[in-house]
């Protein structure tokens, strides 16, 4: 291993430019140590990203998959416990056939939803969060980038109003996780907790349905084949957790690139109905809040990109490196709302890409619309803490000031 690059440090968090340029410049996948995980490859160029992301007869997400001895996801340590496994088997952690059929299912439920109907009571959210932050120096990731989607995606699911604040406390539960020990036990702990909370609550709509994703799901049929248990259980796991984490980061990371770039927020806000479309494609680029996806396995040697990885290597594309390419995308280190086209892969690509993607687009929308409509001279006061969760670029603390 030529060099120790780490993807948690907060240089890279906060600037990611300078140390993928320097990964890129080496080949265009490098080998990385990561917690847990431990020596991987990992893609710096576009075009490796997409062919790890699109070359599902070769990469493979469980040991199974890949035709190897050890049959589990890739990257899940041997010690993990029960309900820990069982988190880990929604569609985000299958291979095909078994993720084919559990995304046609769930895209079934999708549509039921209609996420263009549900934009009004989004942005109605949006600004009752915003309202209840007041005024002067303000940490904005508890009380609103999180906050809000995680009752965006509590008002999806269906949870019910007396639920509300046991679901809150979970979530926020789950995303304070920062690798130590302790913070392992608790997390451990949490998804016990939570299995048996939604559990509950599936077989609470089984006897007696309410209107929300949970009901779809239980409701939804493809060629006779329904959602077990405990793929629903998993699977609202995975909703939860990818509904509302990652957005969170790409809210606060925008409000981060607006306040960087005055000359680029002076132009979104000049004319925000019609210029919103296109920034929030530069945002989601260019915050790239989603930096890895799950780890895969060759299940046999393979040319990527010029760079050889042999079969039983583990491998993971960084959307975060195919988003800066220079190749791709021009002076790709700065923000240009206007930017045309814009390819990026913050979403995914292959089949695995994010069922989520529209809704996530319209919480941003509707985040900075309510956030700028009420404080239009919002200013970040300090620089942001970032939060080291590998496969994310999340920011756990951000100081603003309202007035």
């Not at 600004?127 to 932050?133: D, H, I, Y």
């Amino acid at each position: 291993m030529k060099n120790s690059y780490n993807l948690g440090d907060p240089g890279f968090l906060s600037n990611p430019a300078p140390m993928l340029s320097k990964m890129r410049a080496e080949a265009s996948l490098v080998k990385v140590k990561l917690p847990i995980i431990g020596s991987i490859w990992v893609t710096t160029t576009y075009a490796a990203t997409s062919q790890v992301a699109k070359t599902k007869d070769t990469f493979f997400l469980t040991g199974l998959g890949a035709g190897l001895k050890k049959k589990g996801n890739v990257g899940l340590p041997w010690w993990a416990p029960p309900s820990f496994r069982a988190m880990a088997e929604n569609m985000l952690g299958k291979d095909d056939p078994e993720h084919r059929r559990l995304r046609k299912l769930v895209d079934q439920a999708f549509v039921r939803r209609g996420i263009r109907d549900m934009r009004p009571n989004i942005a109605k959210i949006a600004q009752a969060r915003v309202e209840s932050l007041g005024s002067g120096t303000v940490n904005i990731v508890p009380g609103f980038c999180r906050a809000f989607p995680l009752e965006v995606i509590a008002d999806l699911l269906g949870v019910a109003d007396e639920d509300r604040e046991a679901f809150a406390s979970m979530g926020n539960a789950m995303v304070d996780f920062n690798g130590g020990l302790f913070a392992i036990i608790k997390m451990v702990r949490t998804i016990g907790k939570f299995w048996h909370f939604v559990g509950q609550m599936v077989r609470d709509m089984r006897i007696n349905p309410q209107p929300g994703l949970v009901t779809d799901l239980i409701e939804v049929e493809a060629e006779g084949e329904q959602l077990t248990e405990d793929e629903l259980v998993s699977m609202i796991f995975l909703l939860m957790f990818a509904g509302f984490e990652t957005t969170t980061h790409l809210i606060s990371g925008s409000v981060i690139a607006l306040d960087q770039n005055p000359d680029q927020r002076a132009w979104l806000f000049t004319d925000f109905e019609n210029r919103i479309e296109s920034a929030t494609e530069e945002l989601s680029r260019f915050v790239s809040s989603v930096s890895g996806t799950k780890p895969r396995i060759a299940a046999n040697d393979i040319e990527v990109d010029g760079q050889l990885i042999k079969k039983g290597d583990k491998v993971m594309a960084l959307p975060i490196a195919a988003n800066y390419d220079p190749a791709v995308f021009d002076q790709p280190e700065i923000l240009r709302l206007d930017r045309f086209p814009n390819p990026h892969l913050s979403f995914s690509t292959g089949s695995h890409f994010c069922l989520g993607m529209q809704l996530a687009r319209v919480e941003l929308q509707e985040a900075l619309r309510a956030l700028y409509t009420n404080h239009s001279a919002l200013r970040v006061s300090e620089p942001a803490i970032y939060a080291k969760r590998p496969g994310l670029r999340g920011i756990k603390h951000l100081n603003v000031t309202l007035t």
